[in-house]
């Protein structure tokens, strides 16, 4: 907490556009004499320029191609926009020469041959290209502290690529050390960014093998990072060049941000008064614990170096009201204790709870953990960072709940006052919904093919709404149509909101972008339209020019979509393995059906609704996905503790006593997460309302179907495959939920300097 405390307050967080503005930067793509710049090269340039900023650490920028031939790059919170701008421009045409020799100065360039100055200023005489940028697959920058080397950039070779520099760096090994010609250069926009030799252990004529390589020298990090960063990021498909950078203002307004931000403050304050009367001493001991995850996640943003938008404020906040999870978790199994009598005092009661469910806790958590990891290295842009974002607050909350918690819970059930009072801890009893369950004993199971018959009346009727009605989705999906004015006077860009949504254009995209420019960005218009927007803001500014009116391609590309669906999917087949090693495949194939069920739902009745499918959305659906397989996951962690105690019982009935068990606790969970949705959905504006719209579908829809979609749908497969357990035992209700449901115990090679100035050394990999 110390650290989290001393990183808050050193590290500021970085905003996103939408809630701070940053820099805009307006490059145009030149033809060649090979290459036309045509929208299709201006695309590729754009999925490019996309790896490029992801590897400059620029977190959720906005990238759109803009008329034919100009890209439209926006970074938040960006401190040096000019190195920004160059890194940005280069056209990297990447190419690695066998060195022939110094020269004195460049005339001596022979047939074939071309003179460049080396780093430090030495002309070499090189050969013909040995290899392209086309050749490596991939390059990082890393900081060897055992060798004492300092920073070196890591280069893996395609497997041509591979044969050719094993080829070039045995012929450079057969001259003496110090030769100009034991050197390799790397070229790069014809430069020479690097010429190191090859080491010495470096046999001639065998070369450096394996498919890798490592350059090292005087490099600082930016430097290492920023070579990595070109070799890797490939060849622009054609030159670009920056013709205009700017300070931009913020997409929403200072009213939409005050109305999220007090949202986020009711919500947060309703759910801690919930989990407080609910569970009274242990309750308000959690809300102490959640106010540390939120410190905790925050230091590890700011470290991290993310960017902070509003949906991911309020994904922000709604992570504190699932944090709850883990905690309700624990107080309802140690309420089971208390209740079965078997333990003689809270914090007994207390320890038992942790440790029952510990394994639930660790599950959920873990499946959450892959689906980020596979977000965060194979999709790219938002989608990126929101695997970021959802792998520190899953490790943050087990911190709160599992450390924090427990220190604070067990340590005042230990107390004289609470020992003489035990109705203060809030876990002495069972709560009116598990005394609910208790009484009436439902058999919810009893015709499980009923439950799914139903889901799948649900599942028709939503997904027909992607069929009939389709999916609007937003700009960043399908481009639109970007106008910039020059007022007469300063328009502000709460006011051009306001007035363009009372005009039809609820959507619009308005920034400032110096001191009398506004920059309207819409989905496609017609002309009466375009012409109804231009007189709105004419009518604010005493007047208004058209400086700029093109449309704009897609900020979530095709790439990156496609990349984003194929994370997603391994994502999906990850978790069925864990859970299937884990529980079964049964559970596994259970749990991930009911995740398609609540996907095809939440899309459908957006689709019905006539909602649109943006980025935000975007957010919101992988959000549904984790909250989804969570619920899954503490429903058949239960079944499969009942399943090794209980192995005489029918699986439907150990099924059914397993939702009967963990409903108080899917009850409070949902309860917890609905306040702040509720809060979001009532108090915010604009396009965080649809964000909590989804969540609230996605949080009911889950809930939902992981009682009467996943269950039944494990007792019909167990059923088809394993044959259900008849002829079993069947005991009264009272005597199974006197149980209490604890668990069964368990019982390269060195690097040299090479010897010339500013050159650097090649070895091979360790």
């Known amino acids: 907490m110390a650290a989290s405390v001393a990183i808050a307050l050193t590290l500021p967080i970085r905003l996103g556009l939408d809630l701070r503005g940053g820099t805009q930067i307006v490059l145009e793509t030149k033809s060649t004499e090979t290459t036309e710049a045509d929208r299709e090269a201006t695309d590729r340039t754009v ?32 401190q040096d926009p000019e190195r920004a701008a160059d890194v940005l421009g280069r056209t ?34 090189l050969a013909e290209a040995a290899l392209t940028g086309q050749d490596v697959k991939d390059a990082d920058a890393r900081f ?34 110090g030769d100009a010609q034991r050197r390799v250069a790397i070229v790069l926009d014809d430069k020479i960014i690097s010429s190191p030799q090859v080491d010495p252990s470096v046999a001639c004529g065998a070369g450096i093998t394996g498919g890798s390589t490592q350059i090292t020298g005087s490099f600082d990090d930016a430097e290492a990072r920023e070579l990595a960063l070109l070799v890797k990021g490939g060849a622009l498909p054609v030159p670009v060049e920056t013709i205009e950078q700017r300070t931009i203002g913020a997409t929403l307004g200072d009213e939409a941000i005050s109305a999220g931000a007090w949202a986020a403050v009711v919500g947060t304050a309703l759910t801690a008064l919930f989990i407080i009367v609910v569970y009274r001493l242990m309750g308000a001991l959690a809300t102490v614990a959640l106010l540390c995850y939120g410190l905790i996640s925050y230091a590890a943003l700011a470290a991290v170096g993310a960017t902070l938008t509003l949906p991911g404020l309020a994904g922000f906040v709604l992570a504190i009201g699932m944090a709850l999870d883990a905690n309700v978790l624990v107080f309802e199994r140690a309420r089971e204790e208390q209740a079965a009598r078997t333990r003689p005092s809270t914090r007994s009661a207390l320890t038992a709870g942790f440790r029952s469910a510990f394994s ?36 943050a909350s087990m911190v709160s709940a599992l450390v924090i918690t427990r220190v604070l819970a067990e340590f ?56 009939v009605r389709g999916l609007d989705f937003g700009i960043e999906f399908t481009g639109g149509r970007l106008v910039e004015y020059s007022t007469a006077t300063r328009v502000d860009p709460d006011r051009a909101r306001d007035a363009l949504a009372d005009a039809g254009f609820p959507r ?87 995740l398609a069920h609540d996907v095809v739902v939440l899309v459908g009745v957006f689709a019905w609704l006539g909602k649109p499918v943006d980025g935000v959305f975007l957010a919101a659906l992988l959000t549904v996905i984790g909250y989804s397989v969570n ?61 909590a719209l989804a969540l609230l579908i996605g949080v009911a829809v889950g809930t939902y179907s992981s009682v009467f979609t996943a269950s039944p749908l494990a007792i019909v497969l167990h059923g088809r495959g394993a044959g259900s357990r008849s002829g079993g035992v069947r005991q009264t209700g009272a005597e199974r939920h006197a149980r209490t449901g604890r668990p069964r115990g368990t019982a390269g090679g060195p690097v040299t300097g090479g010897g010339l100035p500013g050159a650097a050394a090649l070895s091979g990999p360790r």
């Open 47 to 78: 999925e490019v320029l996309r790896g490029r900023i992801d590897a400059l650490g620029v977190a959720e920028p906005t990238i759109v191609r803009s008329g034919e031939n100009r890209v439209v790059v926006e970074l938040p919170g960006v």
């Open 92 to 125: 990297a045409q990447l190419t690695v020469h066998p060195v022939l020799g110094a020269a004195e100065n460049a005339a001596e360039a022979g047939d074939g041959e071309r003179v460049v100055p080396d780093e430090s200023g030495q002309y070499l005489r």
């Open 144 to 177: 060897d502290q055992q060798s004492g080397a300092g920073w070196h950039v890591t280069v893996d070779f395609e497997d041509a690529g591979s044969d050719r520099w094993a080829r070039v760096t045995g012929e450079a090994a057969c001259h003496p050390a």
């Open 360 to 395: 639930a806790i660790a599950d959920s958590n873990i499946t959450t953990l892959i689906a980020a990891a596979l977000l965060f290295f194979l999709a790219s842009g938002p989608v990126k960072g929101f695997g970021v974002t959802l792998g520190i607050g899953v490790l």
């Open 412 to 467: 005042a059930a230990g107390r004289p006052a609470v020992l003489r009072r035990p109705r203060v801890s809030g876990i002495s009893s069972t709560g009116p919904v598990r005394d609910m369950l208790l009484r009436r004993d439902p058999f919810l199971m009893r015709r499980p093919r009923r439950w799914l018959a139903a889901s799948v009346v649900v599942l028709v009727v939503a997904g027909s709404g992607i069929l």
């Open 508 to 594: 619009a995209v308005v920034q400032s972008s110096g001191d009398s420019d506004l920059t309207v960005r819409t989905e496609e218009l017609t002309d009466a339209e375009a012409a109804t927007v231009t007189r709105t803001v004419a009518d604010l500014g005493g007047g208004a020019e058209r400086v700029r009116d093109e449309l704009i391609g897609p900020s979530l590309g095709e790439e990156l979509r496609r990349d984003a669906l194929i994370a997603l999917g391994l994502a999906l087949a990850a978790q069925l393995a864990y859970l299937a090693a884990r529980f079964r495949l049964l559970f596994g194939t259970a749990a991930v059906g009911a």
């Open 631 to 691: 619920d899954s996951v503490v429903l058949f962690d239960r079944v499969r503790e009942l399943l090794g105690r209980e192995r005489r019982t029918p699986f439907d009935r150990l099924t059914n006593d397993a939702i009967l068990q963990t409903l108080p606790r899917t009850v409070n969970t949902g309860m917890g997460a609905v306040l702040i949705l509720a809060s979001l959905a009532l108090l915010a504006d604009g396009s965080l309302t649809d964000f």
